[in-house]
Structure formats: structure tokens, C-alpha cells
């Protein structure tokens, strides 16, 4: 086992030491989305919430930044669940004090869902270091790295997304 819990085993080709490049690079994404999984199932477990929930809040708390009211349609649109499942949904983060339903500024007929100013404290407390430890990385490269980088992971997000299509 490898320190992210994981066999020695390489991608999928054998051991890590003897791995081509692409196989290599294939085994950094797959330790990378090990961490990524384990810290957001522990930030999930401290915040007492599931997947779509944190999910939810993390889309919520963007939109106030940039100063975008969200709707019911709005999280079902980009969470990809059913009418029925969001207002599920609203009723968990606003029973456990996340968010808060709002009257639209504009149309009376309409609800804004808006994350308490708790949550955005409660958010930046349980993610704050790991996302300053993952800025760092980022800053610390160069312009021609991070390009390479950014191409690389559009083409990968390309190569999965055209599976589903």
C-alpha cells in the first residue's frame, strides 16, 4: 500500500517505478482524486451533510460572491436533481441553519435560497488551509507549466465527458 491507502500497483500497468510517462501521469491523477475524495468525505462528515448538499452550498456561496440570486430551478438545473429532490434539499440546509429562503428582489413570486453568513464562515474554516496549501501549488509554478496543466486537464475532462455522450 501506498501512504494514500492505495496497492503499489501502478495505474494499471504494473508497479509505479517501472510506469511509462502516460501511465505515470494516469497514476498522479488517480492519487490526486484519492486525496480529493477522502478530503471532501471529511469535510462532508465534519459539516454533517452529503455530496449534493455540500455541493449545493459550495454553488450557493459563489453566487453571493459574484451577487447572483439562485433559485429552486437554478440548483436543480446545476445540481441535476428533480424538482422534488431540491426542495428535500432546501429543507435540509434551511433546517440545519445553511441557508435561508428569501424573497426575490424583483419578482414577488419568486424565492432566492441564500447560505447564512455561519455557512461562509463554517466553509472557510473547514477548507480554508487546504485550498491556501493548494493556491501555493498553483502560484508556484510557471505561466508555460501552468498552460501544459490547464491543457492537459481540458483534454482529459474532454476524453471523460465524451464517454457519457
Known sequence: MD????????YWYGPDDRLDPPAAI???????????VATRRS???????????LLALRYLLR??????????????RVLGITTASTTSLID???ASGHVRREPHPTDRRSLVIVPTPETDSEVRATLGDMHRRM????????AEEARVVITFLRRMSAAISEERH
Not at 494516469?26 to 490526486?32: G, P, S, T, V, W
Not at 462532508?44 to 448538499?53: A, P, Q
Open 3 to 10: 501512504s494514500h491507502g492505495a496497492p503499489d500497483s501502478g
Open 26 to 36: 494516469l497514476q498522479a491523477l488517480r492519487d490526486y482524486r484519492t486525496s480529493e
Open 43 to 53: 469535510t462532508r462528515d465534519s459539516m454533517g451533510m452529503g455530496e449534493t448538499d
Open 63 to 76: 453566487a453571493k460572491s459574484t451577487g447572483e440570486g439562485v433559485g429552486p430551478k437554478d440548483l436543480s
Open 92 to 94: 435540509r440546509l434551511v
Open 135 to 142: 493556491m501555493t501549488v498553483a502560484e508556484s509554478m510557471t
